[in-house]
């Protein structure tokens, strides 16, 4: 996982997996994250192949903390794959998933 600055918003770069044996080093750097920076939160899950139910965990946690700093986190570059994860979740409705601009066209 790699932090970097961004004006107006942190960016942060999870690897390949966020499940049941990844979760505790990710969600304190998420934390971490929130509580540090100022503006947007964007997590972005381009490398991300596998996600499972604690990792979705993760993830809402990290959002409503995010809530309580008067920040947002956006998810950036999400797979296809996670993305029906989060549709059969009904997560797509509270996430914030970053649309790029070439599907907004």
Do not use: C, W, Y
């Not at 004006?7 to 990844?22: E, F, M, S």
């Not at 596998?50 to 950036?76: S, W």
């Amino acid at each position: 996982m790699r932090v970097q600055e961004n004006p107006g918003a942190q960016v942060v770069k999870v690897g390949n997996r966020l499940d049941a044996g990844t979760s505790a080093g990710i969600r304190p750097r998420l934390h971490e994250a929130v509580d540090s920076g100022e503006g947007d939160l964007i997590v972005d899950l381009s490398e991300l192949e596998m996600i499972d139910a604690t990792g979705l965990g993760v993830l809402v946690g990290t959002h409503r903390r995010a809530l309580g700093a008067e920040r947002h986190l956006i998810l950036r570059g999400v797979p296809p794959r996670i993305m029906r994860v989060f549709a059969v979740t009904r997560l797509n409705r509270v996430l914030r998933v970053e649309v790029p601009e070439a599907a907004v066209a």
